[in-house]
């Protein structure tokens, strides 16, 4: 009930084309859904986040679709640039608990 | 600068030692938490404080230990019992609130620990 699947493990992507992260969860309680960025040898740092009250949210070049009645949510992520080349976690959490993470991607953005 | 400041970077332990990793946080944040993050894994929570003088177990706490005198530190004990510890710890903070959600995490730069 708490875990969150994220796919696909691995990606790779030529630069100025679009990466696609997806997720999936279970338990209805959550309410809060975030996602999280992190380089090599780095902590992971917040990108952008999300509430099930919008079914979509963009900053710049980054947009979580989310829907609801499915259970999912994804990370879309535009003209994507070398500079993007990390990993990227997508998390949930329920009122008053804490996060749950999914299993990371690891996105190569190729030159 | 404000943030979270962990200790060493890099750590060598030998077998059946004791090593203890630290987390410093001047965010003023309520909740405390240590991740550990396996090469190409997700990450794994082993213990959370939502204040002072409090902590809970997280998912994979067995073999390690913390405790949480002061608001602003975190220290994370990894014992001789945790078996393969070879790992990146990740510390974090957020504000507590309680009953919401969308706390921000903030995480340390981590901490690698190897055993030889």
């Known amino acids: 009930q708490q875990q969150v699947k994220q796919s696909p493990q691995s990606l790779i992507v030529q630069k100025g084309g679009i990466s696609i992260i997806n997720c999936a969860y279970e338990?209805?309680?959550?309410?809060?859904f975030p996602w999280y960025q992190q380089f090599p040898g780095k902590g992971p740092a917040l990108l952008i986040a999300?509430?099930?009250?919008?079914s979509e949210k963009k900053e710049g070049r980054f947009t979580i679709s989310f829907n609801k009645s499915a259970k999912q949510f994804s990370l879309h992520i535009m003209d994507s640039q070398p500079g993007d080349s990390a990993t990227y976690f997508c998390a949930a959490n329920p009122s008053g608990s804490r996060l749950t993470f999914g299993e990371g991607t690891q996105l190569t953005v190729n030159p | 600068d404000g943030g979270i400041t962990q200790s060493p970077k890099y750590l060598f332990r030998k077998e059946g030692q004791n090593v203890t990793l630290s987390c410093e946080q001047n965010?003023?944040?309520?909740?405390m938490y240590w991740y550990r993050q396996d090469p190409g894994q997700g990450l794994r929570l082993i213990y959370y404080s939502q204040i002072v003088n409090d902590f809970q177990k997280g998912d994979i706490a067995e073999g390690y230990s913390v405790s949480r005198e002061k608001k602003e530190s975190f220290p994370l004990t990894v014992t001789s019992a945790q078996k393969n510890p070879t790992a990146f710890y990740l510390c974090?903070?957020?504000?507590?609130?309680?009953?919401?959600?969308?706390?921000?995490?903030?995480f340390g730069e981590g901490s690698w620990l190897t055993v030889v």
């Open positions: 965010l003023n944040h309520d909740a």
């Open positions: 338990n209805t309680a959550f309410d809060y």
């Open positions: 999300i509430r099930p009250d919008v």
């Open positions: 974090a903070s957020s504000i507590f609130r309680k009953g919401a959600s969308g706390n921000t995490i903030y």
